[in-house]
């Protein structure tokens, strides 16, 4: 007998925590979203929904809203505007030396989510879910509960926040960055070499650091075989999602623990240099 939600699960769930992590800036928070939103699936006629992806991408944001609206609740921040400026970019270079960092996962979330924490939860809902995944705004309107005019002005408002954050921050009009960044995180979780090479430039190059004391000299690839092997040999079975704004970025979990940050440079849609960051006590 066929698993209806086990095919569905199989399909869509890397796609739905990307998209959770997005809103929430917590693995363990994006994994438990969708547990809980295929749970509700399972308790509802799967045959009478026209687009399971579109059901669980709704009621995925809807729990996504609800869990940024209690979490604000619960958190009284005295962090002032100014302080959320990010400092530096996020690449390599800019990761710390061994001896002084906490962890990679406090780094990285510092860097990519400062900027959204200036968004209301509505805001950062609809602009997740209109300028990086690309939902309709009529959609969006289910989601968040209000008209769909209402929430183009949420979008906007969190693009000009956006904006105006740092001066290191990416224009927000890369939706077709998210899209080569999410080909490379499902070839890359499936361990897909043929699918990763042609999400790869001919000339593609990349480079690898190894946060260790001492550390190891850097691992430099060349070329769409060399590069997707060795990403494969690191990243299949990861928990792989991407960065919500500023250059494009795969991050890589497991056990719900960051263990590595893939920094990419995209070029005629197609991914043209890799800048990996790996924390081997984390894996």
Same mark, same amino acid.
């Given at each position: 007998?066929?698993?209806?939600?086990?095919?569905?699960?199989?399909?869509?769930?890397?796609?739905?925590?990307?998209?959770?992590?997005?809103?929430?800036?917590?693995?363990?928070?994006?994994?438990?979203?969708?547990?809980?939103?295929?749970?509700?699936?399972?308790?509802?006629?799967?045959?009478?929904?026209?687009?399971?992806?579109?059901?669980?991408?709704?009621?995925?944001?809807?729990?996504?809203?609800?869990?940024?609206?209690?979490?604000?609740?619960?958190?009284?921040?005295?962090?002032?505007?100014?302080?959320?400026?990010?400092?530096?970019?996020?690449?390599?270079?800019?990761?710390?030396?061994?001896?002084?960092?906490?962890?990679?996962?406090?780094?990285?979330?510092?860097?990519?989510?400062?900027?959204?924490?200036?968004?209301?939860?509505?805001?950062?809902?609809?602009?997740?879910?209109?300028?990086?995944?690309?939902?309709?705004?009529?959609?969006?309107?289910?989601?968040?509960?209000?008209?769909? =005019?209402?929430?183009?002005? #949420?979008? %906007?408002?969190?693009?000009?926040?956006?904006?105006?954050?740092? @001066? *290191?921050?990416? !224009? &927000?009009?890369?939706?077709?960055?998210?899209?080569?960044?999410?080909?490379?995180?499902?070839?890359?979780?499936?361990?897909?070499?043929?699918?990763?090479?042609?999400?790869?430039?001919?000339?593609?190059?990349?480079?690898?650091?190894?946060?260790?004391?001492?550390?190891?000299?850097?691992?430099?690839?060349?070329?769409?075989? =060399?590069?997707?092997?060795? #990403?494969? %040999?690191?990243?299949?079975?990861?928990?792989?999602?991407?960065? @919500? *704004?500023?250059? !494009? &970025?795969?991050?890589?979990?497991?056990?719900?623990?960051?263990?590595?940050?893939?920094?990419?440079?995209?070029?005629?849609?197609?991914?043209?240099?890799?800048?990996?960051?790996?924390?081997?006590?984390?894996?």
């Amino acid at each position: 007998m066929s698993d209806p939600i086990g095919g569905l699960l199989a399909a869509h769930r890397p796609y739905l925590i990307n998209l959770a992590y997005q809103m929430v800036g917590d693995i363990g928070d994006a994994e438990d979203v969708v547990q809980e939103a295929f749970l509700r699936l399972s308790q509802t006629d799967i045959d009478a929904i026209d687009d399971p992806r579109g059901w669980l991408t709704v009621v995925s944001s809807r729990l996504c809203l609800d869990h940024v609206r209690s979490a604000r609740h619960r958190r009284v921040s005295t962090t002032e505007p100014e302080t959320l400026e990010r400092r530096v970019p996020l690449n390599h270079s800019a990761m710390p030396d061994p001896g002084e960092r906490v962890t990679l996962d406090d780094e990285v979330h510092d860097a990519l989510f400062e900027v959204l924490g200036r968004l209301t939860a509505p805001e950062r809902v609809a602009f997740v879910l209109h300028d990086v995944f690309g939902v309709p705004f009529d959609e969006i309107a289910e989601t968040v509960g209000r008209p769909s =005019a209402t929430c183009r002005q #949420l979008a %906007r408002r969190a693009r000009i926040k956006i904006q105006a954050a740092a @001066p *290191v921050t990416a !224009p &927000v009009d890369d939706h077709e960055h998210h899209l080569v960044t999410e080909r490379f995180i499902a070839a890359c979780a499936d361990g897909d070499l043929e699918a990763l090479t042609q999400v790869l430039a001919p000339d593609v190059w990349g480079v690898g650091t190894i946060l260790a004391d001492p550390a190891p000299p850097p691992q430099v690839n060349h070329g769409r075989e =060399a590069v997707g092997t060795n #990403l494969l %040999r690191y990243l299949t079975g990861a928990t792989l999602v991407s960065g @919500p *704004v500023g250059r !494009p &970025v795969a991050l890589a979990f497991s056990q719900r623990r960051l263990f590595a940050v893939v920094v990419l440079t995209i070029r005629d849609g197609l991914v043209a240099k890799i800048e990996a960051t790996a924390d081997p006590s984390a894996r």
